[in-house]
């Protein structure tokens, strides 16, 4: 048996050699196929994939036994990824040998093995496609254009092959057709347009047809888009057929302009079938009237929409058929016509999640003014629930929270109404800064919800009596959510970092007999503590009596920055002193006394300063929004932050090039501006600067060795003798470059609200407003007569060595300190007619 296996095995490799089949072809031909070998009468050249798919018919076999056909044709007529029958088809036409040649010439500059798609499926292809579609529209040179121009698209390589035999014909006709447009189509997206069109080729042709090629390339892809988004695409075809086959082509035609006109514009089923059953009239007048009717209020809209742009055009359709009347209603208002006519397309009010969660019904034009300023940021509208609907206020409130807060709005609802549930939102911080309080998101919405169900947070405040200093809003929520871990401490807890340092150092407290022991202890351990004391070298008495603003200064980070400052390079012996002694300073709640002494004034300005002004300069003014806080300040943790927010900056603590000028930002002449946002977070800030200037040259005489510097708080009085220097021309305030994180209009109203409180604080000291040229954008000094010009400035005297001059030449040091510079700055022309210090008089009055 096993003899006449071998036998019958060599015969069959006999009999392939014979048929030009090598046994290592013979491998890869199915077993069953093997006897079929006897049918063929005559040796060819081709693959081992070729001879499975010739071996499996018998009309092939036939084809291989009387072609005349070069073996090479054969074979890559024989081997793509084609069912047999249409092989069948293919090899009957007359032309293969012609189009092989054509084609092969055609894509050989291009194609490579490394295409899914082979040479041999698009011989097959283009074969395909001549024999369904012939010539009538395309010729051989279009074809093959066509074609180069598929094989290079990967997208058409990754999905066309899955694709039947007649749509991969029906693909290469449409990218071949003109409306199409395929050239200007991105390389991305060119195959998937060419497959949404592959239901509607027929249509597409019908219109071609009708319309004419050079309408129908016009309307083309509003056109296309309608088919595409339509819910009913068999009825939607039906009623564009009766449009395109029972209407004289002239109507036909100027209903297709006029309804498919805008390539951005989506159409409407409705209107398609509405205006399908009208065609009696057989009228040329306006499209619109003929679908909705001249008296219809959505005629009355979308007659007058010519100005609007397609997105806007879109949405008004979009509430013609949802029956939003009250919104078709208020956009025929002339105030909010011209509203929502300035809204640009990434509005919130053209998304669809914001349409699902506030009935368009409900808007007013004050909801339009207000959604007019409102960015639009990818996922914030996902955080929302669109199965939950939303008052305009409501979502107003919850656009740009966080989604823990917004899920806690949401299980409010179930038991307060829409006014109840925003005041005691309103009142809530992130509950992001609480959440640790408890194990489980749910378990913290259930303890708020206890509580809030009493008497909302602030009426708890006040009736508890708590009052804390530097607190935000969740220290006092802290407070009322765990009472129970205060109840020791109750009379102790005085600041917002006390709060802070009783939950978060439980172990300490469990040792300690009081708050002020635990503090104590806590400062004597904690490593950041220690290096900060020990650089500034105080005494334990001292350690006694400020451990509460120790604590107060390591919670805020500031211990971190401060050891990061004594690591630096940048930092010299000098720099690092006055580091200490401006640190001991604020952890004795004395920063104010070594920033602002008296005699500094003249000694870094160059001028005799009067007391009322001096008055002026130390007091913060502030100025409040409802969305911002405008305020001056100079404390610590701000000025060394300078660089670090809004946006980070050369003065970073950290990072900065120039971090080495930062502490010059404590001089006795510098603050800052500062804008919080309503959550506390520094949105923008500016530095102003008190000087002296001139309109002319002034000579910079030699001045004698500097002795200015900062003191040291535990030091005694006659320290700190130093060098008067002459007043020179005017006092000045100068408003320097603002850095922010807002943008648009935010930005803007902010940078007003800087120049506003420049304008008055200058007019309080009776000093020149001078302002960093950067304020004159469009709008910002708006309200202002203003001119820009040169100016000289005086480069105060500095305590660090290096300062930081933002508007004018960067850095300086002690070299180019006590010059004037000249810098191009805004005068507001209204300082003209104030009362200024005349530094001639000064002189007189000090000689």
Same mark, same amino acid.
């Given at each position: ?565 004594? =690591? !630096?390079? $940048? #930092?010299?012996?000098?720099? *690092?002193? /006055?580091?200490?002694?401006?640190? &001991?300073?604020? %952890? ?65 603590? =950290? !990072?900065? $090039? #120039?971090?080495?000028?930062? *502490?010059? /930002?404590?001089?006795?002449?510098? &603050?800052?501006? %500062? ?173």
């Amino acid at each position: 048996m096993i003899t006449t296996m071998i036998n019958n095995h060599l015969s069959v490799i006999q009999e392939a050699s014979s048929r030009g089949i090598s046994p290592h072809k013979l491998e890869n031909v199915i077993p069953d196929k093997r006897p079929c070998i006897t049918l063929v009468t005559r040796a060819v050249n081709i693959t081992a994939d070729s001879w499975n798919k010739a071996l499996s018919s018998t009309s092939l076999i036939h084809f291989i036994n009387t072609t005349s056909l070069a073996d090479e044709i054969v074979d890559n007529l024989l081997k793509p990824r084609y069912p047999l029958g249409e092989i069948e088809k293919i090899i009957k036409l007359p032309y293969i040998e012609s189009i092989y040649k054509k084609l092969k010439k055609n894509l050989e500059k291009d194609y490579t093995s490394r295409h899914n798609l082979t040479f041999a499926d698009w011989l097959l292809d283009v074969l395909s496609y001549i024999s369904i579609y012939g010539f009538d529209r395309v010729g051989m040179k279009d074809l093959l254009q066509t074609v180069s121009s598929m094989s290079s698209c990967r997208e058409t390589e990754a999905q066309y092959p899955d694709l039947c035999v007649e749509d991969r014909a029906k693909i290469i006709r449409l990218w071949s057709m003109p409306y199409l447009n395929i050239k200007n189509i991105s390389v991305f997206k060119q195959y998937n347009i060419v497959k949404e069109s592959l239901p509607f080729i027929d249509i597409y042709e019908e219109a071609n047809e009708m319309l004419g090629p050079l309408v129908f390339n016009q309307i083309f892809p509003a056109f296309h888009q309608s088919l595409v988004i339509s819910t009913n695409k068999e009825a939607l075809l039906k009623s564009i057929r009766v449009l395109l086959n029972e209407l004289d082509s002239n109507i036909s035609t100027h209903y297709f302009k006029e309804i498919f006109g805008d390539n951005e514009n989506i159409v409407l089923d409705s209107e398609i079938h509405k205006l399908s059953r009208n065609i009696t009239e057989h009228s040329s007048k306006d499209v619109y009237s003929m679908i909705y009717g001249e008296n219809s209020l959505a005629y009355e809209v979308l007659h007058s929409t010519k100005e609007f742009e397609p997105y806007q055009v879109n949405l008004l359709k979009r509430c013609v058929e949802s029956g939003k009347k009250g919104f078709l209603r208020l956009i025929l208002d002339d105030r909010a016509r011209e509203l929502y006519h300035d809204l640009d397309v990434n509005n919130l009010l053209f998304k669809e999640e914001f349409q699902k969660i506030v009935n368009l019904n409900t808007l007013n034009n004050k909801n339009l003014l207000t959604i007019s300023s409102m960015k639009y940021r990818e996922g914030n509208l996902d955080l929302l629930n669109p199965d939950i609907p939303l008052t305009f206020d409501e979502f107003c409130f919850l656009h740009g929270k966080k989604k823990i807060n917004i899920d806690f709005y949401y299980t409010l609802a179930k038991s307060f109404n829409v006014e109840a549930r925003l005041k005691i939102s309103r009142e809530l911080p992130d509950l992001s800064t609480v959440k640790d309080l408890y194990q489980t998101t749910e378990e913290l919405f259930e303890a708020l919800v206890a509580l809030v169900s009493i008497k909302p947070v602030k009426q708890w405040i006040n009736e508890e009596q708590i009052k804390l200093e530097d607190a935000k809003d969740f220290h006092y929520l802290k407070m009322l959510l765990v009472p129970h871990r205060f109840r020791k401490f109750q009379s102790s807890v005085k600041r917002g970092s006390d709060v802070d340092f009783i939950l978060n150092e439980k172990e300490l407290l469990s040792v300690a007999d009081n708050l002020d022991e635990a503090k104590l202890l806590f400062v004597e351990q904690n490593e950041a503590c220690r290096f900060v004391l020990n650089k500034i070298e105080v005494t334990p008495d001292f350690i006694q009596k400020y451990k509460g603003n120790i604590v107060n200064f390591y919670e805020k980070g500031l211990c971190n920055i401060f050891q990061k400052l004594h =690591n !630096s390079s $940048s #930092y010299d012996k000098k720099m *690092l002193l /006055n580091l200490n002694l401006i640190t &001991k300073a604020e %952890l004795s709640g004395k920063l104010s006394e070594i920033k602002f002494a008296e005699e500094d004034f003249e000694l870094e300005i160059g001028l005799p300063v009067p007391s009322h002004v001096i008055s002026e300069w130390v007091k913060n003014r502030t100025t409040s929004t409802k969305e911002l806080n405008i305020q001056e300040t100079f404390d610590y943790e701000s000025t060394l932050r300078l660089g670090e927010y809004p946006v980070s900056t050369c003065l970073h603590w =950290n !990072s900065g $090039s #120039y971090s080495q000028c930062l *502490l010059s /930002n404590f001089d006795t002449n510098k &603050k800052i501006l %500062l804008a919080k946002n309503r959550r506390g977070n520094i949105v923008a800030r500016a530095i102003i600067r008190l000087t002296k200037g001139s309109n002319n040259f002034v000579l910079n005489k030699s001045i004698k060795e500097k002795k200015l510097r900062f003191k040291d708080v535990e030091a005694q009085p006659e320290q700190d003798t130093l060098q008067k220097v002459k007043p020179k021309e005017e006092l000045v305030l100068f408003l320097e470059r603002c850095y922010t994180s807002m943008n648009g209009k935010s930005a803007l109203g902010m940078r007003k609200k800087f120049v506003k409180l420049a304008i008055e604080k200058s007019k309080a000291l009776g000093a020149k407003l001078i302002i960093a040229d950067g304020y004159a954008q469009e709008g910002i000094l708006e309200l202002q007569q203003y001119t820009k010009e040169n100016y000289f400035i005086f480069v105060s005297y500095s305590k660090n060595g290096y300062q930081y001059l933002d508007s004018l030449s960067g850095q300086a040091s002690e070299s180019n300190e006590g010059k004037y510079m000249k810098a191009k700055v805004i005068f507001l022309k209204e300082r003209n007619d104030q009362p200024q210090i005349d530094l001639t008089l000064q002189e007189r009055r000090t000689s």
